[in-house]
């Protein structure tokens, strides 16, 4: 579910991990919609995200090590998920890079060297680690980083920009809508980021535009 800073929310899957993270804000007048302010943000997005359950708060929460915020949910002693204010700060210069990158993309724009030595800066780092528990559950190990999420999101997006949806990073088709998803629908025909909003928004528009010229 994406919140508007407006108050309304709607759903929007973008289809991929990495593309979850550009909501949260972005450059220039995306800023408007920054909610990336301290390591408890990057911990709650990491919980809604696409990651399976064990990132984000659970039974309880509080500070975590080194200054960090951690939640926890993990089996395993201390926090699943532990991160520091520098890496919401990493945490947004990715997301910025990742906006550029996929908007640039999806106009055939040759990628910036900064921007991509951002994403491969994080790819970098080792990424979270998964692990099978004895009653067959899937569980993240503990001791996880925020490093190791954004690890995890740039080697989702390293994935995506070279896999073979690369082609179907898209911008939604509303006017003054700059959400970005990658169509992964067989048909390949998704214009919208979300029917709820867009579409409907769309769909709205047309009808009052034939009943206006049926009536002239």
């Avoid at 395993?76 to 532990?82: D, E, F, K, M």
């Avoid at 520098?86 to 990628?111: M, S």
């Avoid at 082609?167 to 992964?184: E, N």
């Avoid at 928004?201 to 009943?211: D, E, G, Q, S, T």
Wanted: hydrophobic letters at 35%; glycine letters at 14%; charged letters at 25%.
């Amino acid at each position: 579910m994406l919140r508007h800073p407006d108050g309304s929310s709607f759903r929007f899957d973008p289809g991929a991990l990495c593309l979850e993270l550009l909501p949260t804000g972005g450059p220039g007048p995306l800023a408007y919609f920054e909610v990336l302010h301290e390591s408890a943000d990057l911990v709650r997005w990491a919980e809604e995200s696409r990651l399976a359950d064990g990132l984000g708060p659970k039974a309880a929460s509080g500070p975590g090590h080194g200054g960090g915020f951690g939640s926890g949910g993990g089996s395993g002693p201390g926090p699943a998920l532990v991160v520091s204010a520098a890496e919401v700060a990493d945490a947004r210069a990715l997301r910025d890079a990742l906006w550029r990158l996929a908007e640039g993309r999806a106009a055939g724009v040759p990628p910036g060297p900064d921007d991509l030595a951002t994403l491969n800066g994080a790819a970098g780092h080792p990424p979270l680690t998964a692990r099978l528990t004895p009653d067959g559950r899937r569980e993240w190990a503990p001791g996880s980083t925020g490093s190791g999420l954004l690890s995890t999101v740039a080697r989702d997006a390293v994935d995506l920009f070279t896999g073979a949806y690369a082609h179907r990073i898209r911008t939604c088709g509303a006017h003054g809508c700059r959400l970005l998803f990658v169509d992964t629908s067989r048909p390949g025909r998704r214009r919208w980021c979300s029917m709820e909003r867009c579409g409907n928004r769309h769909k709205v528009r047309a009808h009052r535009a034939r009943l206006t010229a049926a009536d002239e």
